[in-house]
């Protein structure tokens, strides 16, 4: 099933249309024990919500999340506002594919082209430079992961495939890993890694224990969308060929249109399901009617709502674990958290970084409103997710005259 989900990216749409196709005819014939499945899972959560005297299912993610319900719903109002401006992005992409409305499996369609390749030397000295434009200390830092070899950058046999940073608390070091290919989508991963040993790199010069360093999902990617934002920006500003635009804010547009979009449907969805299972058991019908509803909750007129995805929540895994509830909402406040963050070093430029700095050393420490409270920002109201999404939203302005 995955090789055949990902053929939704395929440049060739009758491809990703048969694709799409496939799938939901495969899901057909396993959806009663995926529905049985679910329904145990769910179950098991609400009673154990129960005993241990949770308020309801989204009570424990909350908690592990060190958020608290009036930023979650913050969070969620502004989201829901952004909703007309990103389906101006899916009307938009359905008429460059000539198309009146976006069916599912042109979601993931590529747009544009790159053909820029960047050596490892281009990406490094791309990645410093601007880095050094955001801070010189963040720029010395990547400087020396580059130098001292902490990236195992190339692309070969019996190595596994995609990328991660973890940190070598021993020696106050990080080692990355990526699958490098020249293209720019892996210049910020790069980017993006480098935004992780950044993170810990902070805490490690703050002298932070292996327990003060554990932090929440929310606030995991912070560093990380940050410096990717960073080399984002740049390389739109250094391009005016339409195609190449085109193809990185595609990126950038389809990973923010899934991020803010489709998790507030999986949101709806997962709440929906948890009140009605507390009740009785769902059929695979009444899971896929939830779903589609969510769907043209959140999608709107954005998609072709004859072609939508109701099975949706068979293959993530997180709706089969009864401790990963509501494994969607955190997604957004990590791109919303860093955006936002974002929006105000664009306001106050070099200043920002010390407290910036000290806020990454801190995110094992505290709640997330009191770690944005010394910012002198207030996450428990819409604004400061609103400006967030008002950034997405510039991006959205310029695909759209493309
Ligand atoms: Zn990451």
């Known amino acids: 099933m995955p090789a055949l989900i990902n053929l939704r990216s395929h440049p060739d749409e009758s491809v990703r249309r048969r694709a799409y196709e ?9 959806k009663e024990t995926l529905a049985a499945c679910l329904n145990g899972v769910k179950g098991e959560a609400l009673t154990l919500d129960k005993k241990r005297g949770r308020e309801d299912a989204l009570h424990a993610s909350i908690d592990a999340a060190r958020m608290d319900r009036e ?3 913050a969070m969620l109002g502004a989201m829901k506002d952004s909703f007309p401006m990103f389906r101006r992005y899916f009307r938009h992409k359905a008429k460059l594919l000539g198309r009146e409305k976006l069916a599912w499996w042109d979601i993931f369609a590529p747009m544009g082209k790159t053909d820029k390749v960047y050596s490892w030397d281009e990406a490094r000295d791309f990645i410093v430079e601007n880095f050094n ?3 010189p200390d963040l720029g010395a830092f990547a400087k020396r992961a580059f ?4 990236i195992d950058g190339e692309q070969r046999e019996g ?3 995609g990328a991660f940073c973890m940190g070598v608390a021993a020696v106050k070091e990080s080692r990355i890993l990526s699958n490098y290919d020249g293209s720019f989508d892996q210049v910020s991963t790069l980017a993006h890694e480098l935004g992780h040993a950044f993170h810990n790199e902070c805490a490690y010069a703050a002298d932070k224990t292996q327990l003060q360093q554990s932090t929440p999902m929310t606030l995991a990617e912070t560093a990380s969308i940050m410096c990717e934002t960073v080399v984002t920006e740049a390389a739109l500003a ?3 060929d339409p195609q190449e635009v085109l193809a990185i804010l595609e990126a950038q547009m389809n990973n923010a249109s899934q991020v803010v979009v489709d998790i507030y449907s999986r949101y709806l969805f997962e709440k929906e399901v948890f009140e009605r299972r507390a009740k009785a058991e769902l059929s695979s019908d009444e899971i896929n009617d939830i779903m589609e509803r969510a769907q043209k909750a959140t999608y709107g007129d954005g998609l072709d709502e004859r072609y939508l995805q109701k099975f949706m929540w068979t293959w993530k895994p997180h709706y089969y674990s009864s401790g990963f509830s509501f494994y969607n909402y955190p997604y957004a406040f990590g791109l919303l958290f860093a955006t936002g963050l974002y ?3 664009q306001k106050r430029g070099a200043d920002f970084v010390p407290e910036y700095k000290q806020l990454l050393a801190s995110t ?3 709640r997330a409103a009191e770690l944005a409270d010394k910012f002198g920002i207030n996450i428990r109201t819409k604004k400061f997710w609103a400006d967030s999404l008002a950034i997405i939203g510039k991006r959205v302005d310029r695909y759209c005259q493309l």
């Open 22 to 30: 496939a799938e939901n005819q495969a899901w057909e014939g396993a």
């Open 71 to 73: 930023t979650l719903n």
């Open 133 to 135: 434009k955001f801070s």
């Open 147 to 150: 130098d001292k070899n902490w």
């Open 159 to 161: 190595k596994r495939g």
């Open 238 to 240: 250094q391009t005016n």
């Open 343 to 345: 929006a105000i070093y």
């Open 364 to 366: 094992g420490q505290a």
